[in-house]
């Protein structure tokens, strides 16, 4: 499989819907994916099982705040730039890139990069979604080693950390971001293709083309749950879920620490019954009145209940119609070390993971 100028608007569409709000807006990305695809061609897409045992291979994407990277613009090449820094202090040279999370415009980057490099993509990604921090990327927590790990401004400053673990390398790295201007752009996770075949989530980048689509050609969002639900199972997640449906009548945020930190609140139709939903980057937490009906690793996802079209974290604002979608995490994300990694605990929250439950 190629990515061509005829599937990047439904890429785009499928990784904001995948993002559970982080990531970044897929938006100035696509438009540079589509003149870079106007002018050098199509992105090749490997898949893991093609993979050489041997190929190395690179991960990719974006440190920080979506506030940030929605205000300050990339130049479309950082990603060049930290892929070259990196291969250059660690002797290496990439066969191939992959998205450290497929959701939102870090699941673009990797395509952009690969294009100006002439290598191919990994039809695969770290997460399966977007999560806040290094920590918890499978890569990390099935143990390939996030350092060493380059940083790489528009401006082409970089930096190359060395760290003992993915939980120090975050935090080095996101003191780098903020430096950078609350952004960077960074390339990790030197890994095998052997590494990739037993610890990415497959198939991401073809199953958010093919989410996209139904996004595009979905008439409500009964038709949107319906037709994505099937595509979601046979990829390895559970099946999507109507969560809640009103209209966003608080959105409190800040970044603190090279995150946005906040809460949502949104009153259903009938004004009878509230969810609130607690942010970092990323949509963690929901509840209804009060008791829990969703947390990570599942998917929280957001969108327009007219449009049916993906709202991430920073986009979310007083007056939107929304749906909040569910849908049940990768099977990776369901072990012992992985929920370690990501349960609400994770995030400091005093609670323990909650299965999903379906709205009033």
Request: with cysteine; charged share 20%; glycine share 10%.
């Amino acid at each position: 499989m190629k990515i061509s100028l005829e599937n990047v608007d439904d890429l785009a569409l499928g990784t904001a819907f995948l993002s559970t709000g982080g990531g970044g807006d897929p938006y100035i990305y696509k438009l540079a994916l589509n003149n870079a695809i106007a002018e050098s061609g199509s992105v090749p897409l490997v898949s893991p099982a093609d993979l050489d045992d041997t190929a190395t291979v690179i991960s990719l994407g974006g440190v920080g705040a979506p506030m940030i990277g929605s205000e300050k613009l990339p130049n479309g090449v950082e990603g060049v730039h930290a892929v070259r820094l990196l291969e250059d202090y660690a002797d290496v040279k990439a066969d191939a890139l992959i998205a450290a999370e497929i959701g939102g415009g870090n699941g673009l980057v990797p395509l952009l990069t690969a294009l100006h490099m002439e290598i191919p993509v990994v039809d695969a990604d770290g997460m399966g979604r977007a999560y806040p921090e290094t920590q918890m990327m499978t890569f990390s927590i099935y143990g390939i080693s996030a350092t060493p790990m380059s940083a790489v401004d528009e401006f082409g400053n970089g930096v190359v950390l060395t760290a003992h673990d993915s939980i120090t390398a975050e935090r080095i790295v996101r003191q780098v971001g903020l430096a950078m201007g609350g952004h960077c752009m960074s390339a990790d996770h030197i890994m095998s293709g052997a590494d990739v075949r037993q610890f990415a989530i497959h198939h991401t980048v073809s199953l958010a083309i093919r989410l996209g689509k139904v996004v595009r050609q979905s008439n409500s969002v009964d038709d949107l749950l319906q037709s994505a639900s099937p595509l979601l199972v046979e990829a390895g997640y559970g099946a999507a879920v109507n969560l809640f449906e009103g209209k966003v009548v608080d959105v409190s945020r800040e970044m603190v620490g090279g995150y946005d930190i906040g809460e949502i609140v949104v009153a259903s139709f009938n004004d009878q019954h509230e969810m609130t939903i607690k942010v970092q980057n990323e949509y963690l937490i929901a509840h209804i009145d009060g008791k829990c009906c969703a947390t990570v690793p599942d998917l929280i996802c957001v969108v327009d209940r007219d449009t049916l079209l993906p709202i991430t974290s920073e986009r979310v604002r007083y007056g939107l119609r929304i749906a909040v979608i569910g849908i049940g995490a990768p099977r990776l994300y369901k072990s012992p070390e992985a929920m370690a990694a990501t349960s609400p605990r994770a995030f400091g929250f005093d609670m323990e993971y909650t299965d999903m439950s379906p709205e009033f």
